[in-house]
């Protein structure tokens, strides 16, 4: 299947931003997506961006896309410790195929 | 709100014993999932369905089977579980229908086999 990869661990200060690195290598991916899993949970959809598109913002998130390296962040403005969780990249090809990542363990510090 | 439900959050069972996993989707979703999770290895498609009756190996299957008998329903069967089964089971579903195609998970059920 293809790779999708995280780094395991993340660890900010209460305040800071975060940012999460996702690679991965299917070419014919068109939605990438972002899932947040909290303790004891199941994964919720965090957010997303289409592969046409480079950047997209919501209030504290913002996901870039680096089609060319196949690279995708997210960056948690103003990380507060509810956002400790872990944080899954995805991606969705042109065959509703699914990859997952990881997951990266965020720990957000007081 | 898209609900999906799994039969037991945490289960207990023997090694030989056979194992049923149940999820229920409530938004007439075409497609079912079943992953498990480990540390460290993230989420493993174990199976998947794209509609009733229809079943797909996903990356892991052995040792697994399912059943979709009716379209809100996917389970899960370990015929004869094993130790190294003892990992987190988790059911997704999604629809094309529309929308952005992302999956919806269940709260997961923590398997352990002794």
């Known amino acids: 299947g293809e790779d999708v990869e995280q780094s395991l661990f993340l660890s900010v200060r209460e305040g800071d931003s975060s940012v999460i690195n996702c690679t991965y290598t299917d070419s014919s991916s068109t939605y990438l997506y972002w899932y947040k899993q909290e303790p004891g949970a199941g994964l919720q959809l965090l957010t997303y961006i289409f592969s046409n598109m480079d950047m997209k913002q919501d209030q504290r998130l913002t996901v870039l896309l680096n089609k060319k390296d196949k690279h995708l962040s997210l960056r948690i403005a103003d990380t507060q410790t509810g956002d400790s969780a872990i944080y899954f990249c995805a991606e969705r090809n042109n065959f509703n195929k699914f990859y997952f990542g990881s997951g990266t363990k965020l720990n957000v510090k007081p | 709100d898209v609900k999906v439900t799994q039969s037991s959050r945490y289960l207990v069972k023997r090694t030989g014993e056979k194992v049923f996993l149940e999820c229920v989707q409530d938004?007439?979703?075409?497609?079912m999932f079943w992953y498990r999770q480990d540390p460290g290895l993230g989420l493993r498609l174990i199976y998947f369905?794209?509609?009733?009756?229809?079943?797909e190996k996903g990356d892991i299957p052995e040792g697994y089977s399912v059943s979709r008998e009716k379209k809100e329903r996917f389970s899960l069967i370990l015929e004869s579980a094993s130790t190294n089964q003892t990992s987190m089971y988790l059911c997704?579903?999604?629809?094309?229908?529309?929308?952005?195609?992302?999956?919806?998970f269940g709260p997961g059920t923590r398997l352990t086999v002794t």
């Open positions: 369905s794209y509609d009733v009756k229809m079943k």
């Open positions: 997704a579903s999604s629809s094309l229908r529309g929308g952005l195609g992302e999956q919806y």
């Open positions: 938004m007439d979703h075409e497609n």
